[in-house]
């Protein structure tokens, strides 16, 4: 499993966007990014799934690079609510074990 | 549609006691798996099942854990006896599909203290 390397933690405020960079050097030709998001009590929230370049949904972007050794969730215009803890996860497309990192803690101030 | 479900949400038992936490999956789900998080370290894999069978059981810590699924509905994780060291969060998650693009949905989780 191809372990991930997240910032422990990050400050923002309200309306800015955020960007949260996950560093997977060892990522396998078959792996997924996956970034999910957890809420204390909670558990944890599927956000975003991509393998190359850019995806986009409603909630969120996730940015690949060429070399694909790391990889950006970007979050626009946060609010309060989005004050949680982001996990980036690197998985086989056909292998679905979750290696959760320790994530990041996001803390959106107003 | 109810999401995954797990009970109870929290559970305090002395060490040598025994435990057991029900998960619930999203009806129609297949693939149902347990994670687990202990003590403020990082949430762990323990097991997969497809239906009724184990899948994928490489992260159970010890014999102590049994988890079960009987008519590929429900799943059931017991420890006996509990020790100090199984206190953390347990969480189960489903799957429509066992390939990495099929979403996992995630229970709120059960809070397991074992004094």
């Known amino acids: 499993l191809a372990k991930t390397t997240q910032p422990i933690s990050m400050d923002s405020y309200e309306g800015q966007e955020v960007n949260i960079t996950c560093s997977h050097n060892n990522i396998a030709t078959n792996d997924y990014i996956t970034w999910y998001q957890q809420f204390p009590s909670q558990g944890p929230r599927f956000i975003i799934q991509g393998y190359k370049t850019k995806v986009t949904n409603e909630v969120a972007s996730l940015f690949i690079p060429a070399d694909r050794k790391s990889s950006t969730l970007s979050l626009p215009r946060v609010s309060l609510s989005d004050t949680a803890v982001y996990y980036c996860?690197?998985?086989?497309?056909?292998?679905?074990?979750?290696?959760f990192g320790s994530g990041t803690k996001l803390n959106v101030k107003p | 549609e109810a999401g995954v479900t797990q009970f109870p949400s929290h559970s305090v038992i002395e060490k040598g006691q025994t435990v057991t936490l029900r998960c619930d999956p999203i009806?129609?789900?297949?693939?149902l798996y347990w994670y687990r998080r202990v003590m403020g370290k990082e949430i762990k894999f323990l097991l997969h099942?497809?239906?009724?069978?184990?899948?994928?059981e490489s992260g159970m810590p010890n014999n102590r854990f049994l988890a079960e699924r009987t008519g590929g509905t429900y799943s059931t994780l017991k420890v006996q006896p509990a020790e100090l060291e199984d206190s953390g969060v347990y969480f189960c998650?489903?799957?429509?599909?066992?390939?990495?693009?099929?979403?996992?949905?995630f229970g709120p989780g059960t809070r397991l203290t074992v004094t």
């Open positions: 099942f497809v239906k009724e069978s184990k899948q994928d």
């Open positions: 996860l690197v998985g086989l497309y056909n292998f679905n074990k979750f290696y």
């Open positions: 998650a489903s799957s429509q599909g066992q390939l990495l693009s099929y979403e996992q949905y």
């Open positions: 009806s129609g789900h297949d693939n």
